[in-house]
């Protein structure tokens, strides 16, 4: 099969883990996994993003696949379930409205900066060598350390289950799948009404 | 002229499936398709029933089932 450009991106998904671990301020970069993906389906692109261009889902694929990583298992029910999906990606957004709450705490200078990476929302894992001062205010840095957090932990579970069960497992309860799902169904819905 | 076959082809569960398009990617004969980014399509008449969507499919909603058409004889 040919390939495209796009199949390539899932060394943008490493290099983005990597540099976490030289300086955490490129952590700012993952935005991009963010706002990409849901604009790509506001604007009628549908779920592109999944598709073609998710790096991390190649990354999955790879590892999964090629490097056989993966005990090739049927996903249980329960995890493919709407309600654990859309139970997730609550968890998710709550925890990512937290997050954003102690940015705004070290804005407003209420606490001070912790140079920590807190992994699956439990253990917090001392990063100072990842930061080395900033151009910027303390928040930048802070946020970038919080969002780093989010980025490594979805990483986690995504190796996780991919070794249990499939290489893209990941992909069924991805809270960005999830979501742009959530918009091309309400787009579809739409339309059936429009017609 | 036309004959009954039966012949294997892919089934999507519409309603469990993510959309993530690992399917698409994997089909040799171009058959899949995400529609409007909800779920995935597979093409009866260019599926070949040769399972290789059903082994990726994350979600495991894709199963690969002998159906009877209406085949025209050329």
């Keep these: 099969m040919k390939k495209h450009w796009y199949d390539y991106l899932w060394i943008f998904s490493a290099v983005y883990l990597l540099l976490g671990f030289f300086n955490i301020l490129f952590a700012w970069l993952g935005l991009l996994c963010f706002f990409i993906p849901l604009i790509i389906s506001i604007c009628g692109g549908g779920k592109a993003y999944c598709n073609r261009y998710c790096g991390r889902g190649q990354l999955f694929e790879l590892l999964g696949g090629k490097f056989g990583l993966s005990r090739q298992k049927d996903i249980p029910a329960w995890m493919r379930s709407k309600a654990f999906r859309y139970g997730f990606l609550s968890f998710f957004l709550i925890m990512f409205i937290n997050m954003l709450w102690n940015t705004w705490l070290v804005a407003s200078g209420a606490s001070n900066l912790r140079e920590i990476v807190t992994l699956l929302w ?69 339309l059936e009404k429009a017609k | 002229m036309s004959t009954k076959q039966k012949r294997r082809c892919a089934m999507v569960d519409q309603s469990a499936c993510v959309a993530c398009g690992y399917c698409v990617k994997v089909c040799p004969k171009a058959a899949i398709s995400i529609f409007k980014g909800v779920y995935a399509w597979v093409d009866d008449s260019l599926c070949i029933g040769c399972g290789k969507c059903q082994k990726v499919c994350p979600a495991s909603v894709i199963t690969v089932e002998v159906k009877e058409r209406e085949e025209a004889l050329v």
């Design chain 1, 122 to 190: 439990t253990f917090k894992l001392p990063w100072h060598w990842a930061y080395h001062g900033t151009l910027f205010a303390p928040w930048v840095a802070q946020f970038s350390f919080g969002f780093y957090s989010v980025m490594l932990t979805s990483t986690v579970l995504g190796i996780v289950t991919m070794v249990l069960f499939k290489p893209r497992s990941w992909c069924v309860y991805c809270p960005m799948g999830t979501m742009t799902q959530m918009i091309c169904k309400a787009k579809a819905g739409n």
